[in-house]
């Protein structure tokens, strides 16, 4: 055999090997991906259960990226400057229409909040789970 065949089946080998390799891979990433699903599955049916012991730090740890989370919108909310959705003209902060269309500006939400019995986030009063830990939230007459 000449040294272009050995060299061409040597190739060959690389590219199956590097091929094997990226479905490897591949393959590890989306088995990462179903086992965080089926971790998070079992999380939410639990909180919803109310097997809180089991799931209490990552309950805290929820607790605090969706505080977090929230707090970056409301910053960078407040960051931008106050324009009109329909005519993208200059408002003023408190502007409840706009000066140029008329349109009216949406108001930040004011309902009612309560707070969630599972993680004590506050929660509008007409919603059925709460939006921090998914916990069903108690009725309110």
Same mark, same amino acid.
């Given at each position: 055999?000449?040294?272009?065949?050995?060299?061409?089946?040597?190739?060959?080998?690389?590219?199956?090997?590097? /091929? #094997?390799? &990226?479905?490897?891979?591949? @393959?590890?990433?989306?088995? =990462? $991906? %179903?086992?965080? /699903? #089926?971790? &998070?599955?079992?999380?939410? @049916?639990?909180?919803?259960? =109310? $097997? %809180?012991?089991?799931?209490?730090?990552?309950?805290?740890?929820? @607790?605090?990226?969706?505080?977090?989370?929230?707090?970056?919108?409301?910053?960078?909310?407040?960051?931008?400057?106050?324009?009109?959705?329909?005519?993208?003209?200059?408002?003023?902060?408190?502007?409840?229409?706009?000066?140029?269309?008329?349109?009216?500006?949406?108001?930040?939400?004011?309902?009612?909040?309560?707070?969630?019995?599972?993680?004590?986030?506050?929660?509008?009063?007409?919603?059925?789970?709460?939006?921090?830990?998914?916990?069903?939230?108690?009725?309110?007459?």
């Amino acid at each position: 055999m000449n040294t272009w065949n050995r060299q061409s089946e040597h190739l060959d080998q690389f590219e199956t090997i590097r /091929d #094997l390799q &990226q479905r490897m891979e591949k @393959a590890k990433k989306e088995r =990462g $991906q %179903l086992l965080l /699903d #089926l971790g &998070q599955k079992q999380y939410r @049916a639990m909180v919803r259960n =109310g $097997q %809180l012991t089991e799931v209490e730090g990552i309950m805290e740890k929820d @607790a605090l990226i969706y505080e977090a989370s929230k707090r970056i919108k409301d910053m960078q909310e407040a960051m931008k400057p106050h324009r009109c959705t329909s005519c993208d003209a200059s408002l003023e902060k408190d502007a409840k229409f706009c000066g140029s269309c008329g349109r009216a500006v949406p108001q930040p939400d004011i309902r009612p909040k309560n707070a969630c019995v599972t993680c004590g986030a506050p929660q509008p009063t007409d919603h059925v789970f709460c939006t921090c830990c998914g916990g069903q939230l108690e009725a309110t007459l």
